[in-house]
T-cell receptor, first 112, second 113 residues
Framework: AQSVTQLDSHVSVSEGTPVLLRCNYSSSYSPSLFWYVQHPNKGLQLLLKYTSAATLVKGINGFEAEFKKSETSFHLTKPSAHMSDAAEYFCVVTSGYSTLTFGKGTMLLVSP | SQTIHQWPATLVQPVGSPLSLECTVEGTSNPNLYWYRQAAGRGLQLLFYSVGIGQISSEVPQNLSASRPQDRQFILSSKKLLLSDSGFYLC????????????FGPGTRLTVL
């Protein structure tokens, strides 16, 4: 069994300040973890993924995430938010060939 | 490179009418294909997935059905729409990679009135 909890439904930041979107997971097997971003009325785009290689994963648009097995966490960070980062973000887990399990999403709001 | 198409992009249908949403993938063969529904504030719900032509697995019992008549074509249907069928429908595919990454289409916004 696998599950994902995104700890915040909404996060508000000012442009130029750091971003932290929190995700905890559970999985019976070694997981693969993903962060996807969705802009309004668009499909999902992969930001980054962890697949048992380096625990610090760098993605597109300056985002990165760190896999912490002891904390069962995979938090998404960015040093400096940009207005174009405003979107909904999904943390996703899968194990082996099982289907993906999505978190409920975190809406990131960026103010000028 | 691989691309995934969905149509229509938006659809407004009356309650009780039929539905057909189409998804096609280009640039790959024998993909796994998925239909998701995204309702407001509820994240993504997996509806159906298919590992090959004619092979459909249903994750949630409801008045929707799916078919895969060709290798790279996945269709979502309903005989009679309900108000609760409104939402954003996403098609996705993945290939032989074992890490599970899926690639999503642009989605169809369905409003049932």
């Amino acid at each position: 069994a696998q599950s994902v909890t995104q700890l915040d439904s909404h996060v508000s930041v000012s442009e130029g300040t750091p971003v932290l979107l929190r995700c905890n997971y559970s999985s019976s097997y070694s997981p693969s973890l993903f962060w996807y971003v969705q802009h309004p009325n668009k499909g999902l785009q992969l930001l980054l993924k962890y697949t048992s290689a380096a625990t610090l994963v760098k993605g597109i648009n300056g985002f990165e995430a760190e896999f912490k097995k002891s904390e069962t966490s995979f938090h998404l960070t960015k040093p400096s938010a940009h207005m174009s980062d405003a979107a909904e973000y999904f943390c996703v887990v899968t194990s082996g060939y099982s289907t993906l399990t999505f978190g409920k999403g975190t809406m990131l709001l960026v103010s000028p | 490179s691989q691309t995934i198409h969905q149509w229509p992009a938006t659809l407004v249908q009356p309650v009780g009418s039929p539905l057909s949403l189409e998804c096609t993938v280009e640039g790959t063969s024998n993909p796994n294909l998925y239909w998701y529904r995204q309702a407001a504030g509820r994240g993504l719900q997996l509806l159906f997935y298919s590992v090959g032509i004619g092979q459909i697995s249903s994750e949630v019992p409801q008045n929707l059905s799916a078919s895969r008549p060709q290798d790279r074509q996945f269709i979502l249907s309903s005989k009679k729409l309900l108000l609760s069928d409104s939402g954003f429908y996403l098609c996705a595919w993945n290939g032989a990679s074992a890490d599970g990454e899926q690639f999503f289409g642009p989605g169809t916004r369905l409003t049932v009135l």
